[in-house]
Each structure stands twice: as C-alpha cells, then as structure tokens.
C-alpha cells in the first residue's frame, strides 16, 4: 500500500465518522504527517483493496466508532483466511469426534492427518488421538477439548495477522537476549 493510499483511507474515515475522526486536521500540518506516518506504518504491508475491503466490513459491523489500524489489520488477516482456519470450539470438537468414529483408535495417524491444524494441535494437547478415542463422549470432555482448542487457537491467533517482515522484528527480539 502507498503513502497515498493512506491519505485516502484517512479520508474515507473522515467521511463517515464526521464528528469522531478528524483529518486532515486544521492548521495542524506536523499532526497530519504524523498520522499519515503512523496508518502508513501499520497497513504498507498489505493491498489497497484488501484493506479497504477490511475497513468497509469494520464501518457496517461497527458503526459507532471508526477502527484503529490494528483493527483494520486484523480484518484484512480474516478476510484472507480460509474457512478451515475459522473454526468455532464446537466445530472442531465435530471434527474431532468425526475423526475417532471414522478412523478409530488402529488408524490414529489417519485420524490426525484429516484434521485441520488447529484442530490436530487441540488433539495433541489433549492428549493425543488415542486420548480422544478413549475418552467419553459427554459434556465434560466436550466442554474440556473446547478450552484446549480455545487456547490453542487464541495462541495461534496473536500472531496470526502480523505481517511477515514484523513476525521477523519480534523473533530476533525473542531472540536477543540483552532485551
């Protein structure tokens, strides 16, 4: 995205939050640029239409208000996701469920290899798919796999919509020991 595609964001904002979103702000030239810098900062490493794509979806569902760019940014993350990668709690305990009936406990491997990610990464932590086959199917253990996919995806999630090149800033941040 360009600087002036920005600029043309920030309109848009303007446009439809008229008394809550100021820009260009008057006779405040530094402020402009500074904000201009900032909106850039956040969504240079997505495409214009992406992230106005991202900022209609956000003006409908969330009227009152206009979106922060961190916001804008985790739409656009969504709106790219596949529909395996947007599985609810109960969804996945489906499949997962659906997986034990289909493959069974002999063909565990099977069973894991049909799951999507998220779901296969549930499984694990609750301790496997051979866990799975011998747990009971009651609200409990439902209600326990959910939580673990919950957490899981929540882990999965934080990083999610960061861009690539920023994923890398905050790895070799990690990794630096002297910060």
């Known amino acids: 995205m360009e600087k002036t595609e920005t600029i043309k964001i920030l309109s848009y904002l303007n446009s439809c939050y008229t008394n809550r979103f100021k820009f260009p702000k008057v006779n405040d030239e530094n402020a402009n640029k500074m904000m201009i810098e900032v909106w850039y900062d956040?969504?240079?490493?997505?495409?214009?239409p992406l992230i106005t794509a991202a900022l209609k979806k956000l003006i409908i569902n969330h009227p009152k208000w206009p979106?922060?760019?961190?916001?804008?940014?985790?739409e656009a993350a969504n709106l790219k996701k596949p529909?395996?990668?947007k599985i609810t709690g109960g969804e996945?305990?489906?499949l997962a469920t659906k997986a034990v009936h289909?493959?069974?406990?002999?063909n565990s491997q099977k069973g894991m290899d049909s799951l999507p990610d998220s779901v296969r990464e549930a499984v694990r932590n609750f301790g496997g798919f051979a866990a799975l086959c011998h747990s009971k199917d009651d609200s409990f253990t439902k209600n326990q796999f959910i939580k673990i996919y919950q957490e899981v995806y929540l882990?999965?999630?934080d990083t999610a919509y960061l861009p690539p090149a920023f994923k890398e800033k905050?790895?070799?941040i990690s990794e630096n020991d002297e910060v």
């Open 42 to 48: 956040f969504l240079k490493y997505y495409e214009y």
């Open 67 to 74: 979106p922060t760019p961190g916001e804008i940014v985790k």
């Open 92 to 94: 996945a305990w489906y």
């Open 83 to 85: 529909e395996s990668a």
């Open 102 to 106: 289909q493959y069974g406990y002999y």
């Open 170 to 172: 905050l790895l070799l």
């Open 155 to 157: 882990k999965n999630e």
